[in-house]
């Protein structure tokens, strides 16, 4: 089993819709949560982060943490073309560093106008 | 410029050869990461300094790879004797050490595109 692991894709909403990208993760010692977006070609950027349980909002976008199921989502309101990437999950355990990120496999969302 | 850079952007070596990439973080930085992303993967975490201390390596990270940061500025990172299963983007990210530690921010670099023929 990965350690984090993402849904299948690729994700292909229309725009304006809402895109949903799910992950889960395997350690309960994690303590961080993080959703990047890679365009291709292009380095990881950081678009939220998320280490209590419940929803974070920012702007268009919903992160949702529940510990207990080992789950953490990712909610992207009325989806543009511009949000066509990569999405990458990551968690830390924390402790000595937490930038040591774990990162799930990525899923590909397509944007489609 | 302010962000982090890497250098170079692309590298072809033949098998067998050694190479080397550097980074170059943000100046205020005082955390270096190195991590390797394969096509249709996520990156992977190699290792990471805080200052000029190299503070974790992963398992990931054989003997073929070291990495140094001298004088807690830029790091670089070789690969000796490359093989074809090196070929990957080699990225590197910085982040300042922050008091609230659970939102350590990594700002990454464009990575090294490594190709080992």
């Known amino acids: 089993q990965k350690e984090v692991e993402q849904n299948s894709g690729p994700l292909s909403v229309p725009e304006g819709a809402i895109a949903s990208l799910n992950c889960t993760y395997s350690d309960r010692g994690s303590q961080s949560f993080f959703w990047y977006r890679q365009y291709s070609g292009k380095s990881p950027e950081l678009i939220m982060f998320?280490?209590?349980?419940g929803d974070k909002e920012d702007g268009r976008f919903t992160a949702q943490l529940n510990k207990a199921s080992q789950y953490v989502s990712l909610l992207i309101r009325d989806s543009q073309p511009s949000d066509s990437a990569t999405y990458l999950c990551a968690v830390t355990a924390g402790g000595t560093s937490y930038g040591k990120l774990t990162f799930g496999q990525g899923t590909i969302l397509t944007v489609h106008p | 410029d302010t962000g982090v850079s890497q250098n170079p952007r692309h590298k072809i070596t033949k098998r067998g050869q050694n190479v080397t990439f550097r980074c170059d973080p943000i100046?205020?930085?005082?955390?270096l990461y190195w991590y390797r992303q394969t096509l249709g993967q996520g990156p992977e975490f190699l290792t990471y300094?805080?200052?000029?201390?190299?503070?974790?390596k992963s398992r990931l990270l054989s003997d073929r790879f070291s990495a140094e940061r001298p004088k807690g500025s830029f790091s670089t990172l070789e690969i000796q004797r490359t093989e074809q299963g090196d070929s990957a983007m080699y990225l590197c990210a910085s982040s300042s050490r922050v008091p609230i530690a659970t939102n350590e921010k990594l700002f990454f670099g464009s990575g090294t595109q490594l190709s080992v023929l």
């Open positions: 100046s205020e930085h005082n955390r």
């Open positions: 300094f805080q200052n000029e201390a190299q503070l974790e």
């Open positions: 998320i280490y209590s349980n």
